[in-house]
């Protein structure tokens, strides 16, 4: 008598890396996603921060490359968090996780997987635009400053899968997060992540959803320091309680638009 052939079992922790490996590379072959998340950042701070004649000036703890290196890690990881989260929404809206429940994927696993699919995805702008940085010029006082401004970026990035979310849940549709992610180029511009503002525009960028999370990410090199429009300019510095109540505030913004799409999606 024989028995049957049997498949193991695989555990739930083998069926989450599996789903995170593919998740990550069906993500990073997708060129058009793929371009503005890990190449355009990289190509802004060629553009900003080598090109320019003003890079290798001291700014803070490390030089003007290096403050355009952080801005643009910033950018490329807010533009990661904001499209997984978005798609994740989308992709629960359209059934996919039900589908993916079929293959032994917890519901939890799903999540969490998503959840380490947006760090990852945040992470790598990050460490593309640093080595091309560390490649072209920028340098910080010491290293202890690379480590703690990576750091950073991506910690500021994290409030903005709410973003994502939230335009995901309230327009159910992957042209909403693509509006949401072009969205963040305004931002970006009063954010003071592609030149320093000054005057009204800089009044105005304090309220925009950018500021702090870009003031934040620099501070381990300018301690709060406001870059000049021009040469010879008065030097001003912000407080971090301004930072901290901008991320603070946008933070409940996003959280309570996620909280309306979520009841609409419902009441429907």
């Known amino acids: 008598m024989t028995t049957p052939l049997t498949t193991p079992r695989k555990s739930q922790a083998e069926i989450l890396f599996r789903f995170v490996a593919w998740e ?8 058009d996603a793929t371009f ?3 190449v355009l950042p990289a190509a802004m701070y060629l553009m900003f921060g080598v090109a320019m004649d003003q890079g290798e000036m001291p700014a803070g703890y490390g030089n003007v490359s290096a403050y355009v290196m952080t ?7 807010v533009i990661a968090t904001t499209a997984m989260a978005g798609s994740a929404a989308v992709e629960r809206t359209m059934g996919w996780g039900r589908q993916l429940n079929m293959t032994g994927l917890t519901e939890g696993n799903y999540i969490l997987g998503k959840m380490l699919m947006a760090l990852l995805m945040a992470i790598s702008p990050i460490l593309i635009v640093y080595i091309v940085g560390a490649m072209t010029g920028a340098t910080f006082d ?5 480590l703690t401004s990576a750091a950073l970026c991506v910690a500021v990035a994290v409030p903005f899968s709410l973003y994502g979310l939230a335009f995901a849940l309230l327009f159910r549709s992957e042209t909403a997060v693509s509006a949401a992610s072009g969205f963040l180029v305004l931002f970006a511009f009063f954010g003071n992540l592609f030149i320093p ?7 105005i960028g304090k309220f925009t959803p950018l500021y702090g999370p870009a003031m934040l990410a620099r501070w381990p090199q300018t301690e709060g320091m406001l870059i000049p429009m021009e040469p010879g300019a008065a030097v001003e510095f912000e407080s971090m309680w301004v930072l901290l109540a901008n991320i603070g505030a946008w ?5 309570l638009l996620c909280v309306l799409g979520s009841r609409r999606r419902t009441a429907r």
């Open 36 to 38: 503005f998340v890990l």
């Open 197 to 203: 503002l000054g005057g009204v525009l800089l009044d």
């Open 142 to 146: 010491s290293f202890t400053h690379w």
């Open 71 to 77: 801005s643009m890690a910033v950018y490329g990881a």
């Open 251 to 255: 933070t409940a913004i996003f959280a």
């Open 24 to 31: 990550f590379w069906r993500n990073f072959r997708m060129l």
